[in-house]
């Protein structure tokens, strides 16, 4: 067996773990995004798709966040985040506007 791949010198491995925490950590400010959006939006069409958007990233974080390999830091971070878009996501949903 030749010896581990690497690209720019780094393990592979590791650069693939580095983007899947990078693909989280900026789902996460998608979502939080779009809820911004949603918000912002006077256009029941554009808040309901925001919205949705926002909750497939929350979908997305929550299947993924177990098999990423975060650091604490990391790890409180993108927590932080999915407190907001959860709490976010189940104002809105009390809060439907026509």
Same mark, same amino acid.
């Given at each position: +067996? !030749?010896?581990? %791949? &690497? @690209?720019? !010198? *780094? %393990?592979?491995?590791?650069?693939? /773990?580095?983007?899947?925490?990078?693909?989280?950590?900026? =789902?996460? =400010?998608?979502?939080? &995004? +779009? @809820?911004? $959006?949603? =918000? !912002?939006?006077?256009?029941?069409?554009?808040?309901? *798709?925001?919205?949705?958007?926002?909750? /497939?990233?929350?979908?997305?974080?929550?299947?993924? +966040?177990?098999?990423? /390999?975060?650091?604490?830091? /990391?790890?409180?971070?993108?927590?932080?985040?999915?407190? +907001? $878009?959860?709490? *976010? @996501?189940? $104002?809105?949903? !009390?809060?439907?506007? %026509?």
């Amino acid at each position: +067996m !030749g010896p581990h %791949p &690497t @690209l720019m !010198g *780094r %393990p592979l491995d590791q650069q693939i /773990q580095q983007a899947r925490v990078n693909f989280l950590l900026n =789902d996460a =400010d998608v979502a939080l &995004t +779009m @809820l911004d $959006i949603a =918000d !912002g939006t006077q256009i029941p069409e554009n808040r309901s *798709r925001a919205r949705s958007v926002a909750a /497939q990233a929350y979908s997305t974080i929550t299947r993924f +966040m177990p098999r990423s /390999q975060l650091t604490s830091e /990391q790890h409180a971070i993108l927590n932080e985040k999915l407190s +907001m $878009i959860r709490m *976010r @996501l189940h $104002i809105h949903a !009390g809060s439907q506007k %026509p």
